[in-house]
């Protein structure tokens, strides 16, 4: 017996949990990816790459591929998907559970000035031109716009070229190692770190580089999503996951 799980995800813990859900006879998973990255790394299992049309069409998919369970490990920062997938659950019935990674926490010496979204932490880098670190996402850099005084470094996984005169792109995928970020830093002389709070650890170097340099940085926070019952662990996903296949199989489904 196996209970079709549709994984909605573009986060290391969604990638994680698929795999490690692949290995087991109860399920049958499918990773979903919006395929907004241009050299997504296809893992080797089943997925699909791209929208569903909203939450509609996101419903529509559910009912007319037979899932049974919907996860959301999408990334903290993808509101819109995660309300699709709330509305999606509660339009074609099917059960819906969050995986949230916590958001990093303020650490004794660290200057982190917290604001509620990209256009305000532009508004917060100040009036005099200072040398920014921003670690934002490609989809975000618009905002900065607003604020071309200052001179960028902007780290993303594409290359693109920035909308703004004092930019340098420096392309890489995390993880990021302490040591390295400590010495972007200081080569790059950097005054100021923008970064969403994404709570990975994969990037969270950054952070203990601009407090041991005494740096200050512009957090973003995060985006309030829909209410969906939700958790922090892979280990509670699938506790959660088991229950339904345990269910399903009760009612010889
Ligand atoms: P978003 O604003 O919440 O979603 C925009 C649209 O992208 C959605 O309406 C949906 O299109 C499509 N989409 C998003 N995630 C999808 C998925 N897993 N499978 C299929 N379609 C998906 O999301 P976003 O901020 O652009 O992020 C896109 C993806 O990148 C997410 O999967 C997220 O986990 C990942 N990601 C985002 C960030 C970030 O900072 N935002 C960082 C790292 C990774 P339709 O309406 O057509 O269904």
Not at 126 to 150: C, D, S
Not at 191 to 216: M, P
Request: charged share 20%; glycine share 10%; net charge positive.
């Amino acid at each position: 017996m196996t209970i079709k799980v549709l994984l909605l995800g573009g986060t290391t813990e969604g990638r994680l949990l698929a795999e490690r859900l692949a290995g087991d006879a109860r399920y049958d998973v499918l990773l979903s990816f919006a395929g907004r990255t241009e050299n997504l790394q296809r893992p080797d299992l089943p997925h699909r790459v791209g929208g569903f049309s909203g939450a509609q069409g996101l419903s529509q998919f559910i009912l007319s591929g037979g899932y049974q369970t919907l996860v959301d490990a999408t990334h903290p920062f993808a509101a819109q998907i995660s309300g699709n997938a709330v509305r999606a659950a509660a339009a074609s019935g099917v059960p819906l559970l969050r995986l949230l990674r916590p958001a990093w926490q303020a650490q004794t010496g660290d200057q982190w000035q917290t604001v509620g979204d990209m256009q305000q932490a532009a508004t917060a880098l100040g009036n005099r031109p200072r040398r920014v670190f921003l670690t934002v996402g490609k989809l975000e850099l618009p905002a900065f716009e607003a604020a071309p005084q200052h001179h960028y470094l902007i780290r993303t996984i594409d290359t693109l070229t920035p909308g703004l005169p004092h930019a340098r792109l420096l392309t890489a995928r995390g993880p990021f190692a302490l040591a390295d970020e400590l010495a972007l830093l200081q080569r790059e002389r950097i005054e100021l770190l923008v970064s969403k709070n994404a709570g990975t650890h994969a990037t969270y170097a950054k952070l203990e580089a601009a407090r041991s340099l005494g740096i200050a940085v512009i957090m973003v926070a995060r985006p309030s999503l829909l209410p969906a019952p939700e958790v922090s662990t892979l280990a509670e996903v699938e506790q959660w996951l088991a229950g339904h296949a345990q269910a399903s199989s009760r009612r010889g489904e």
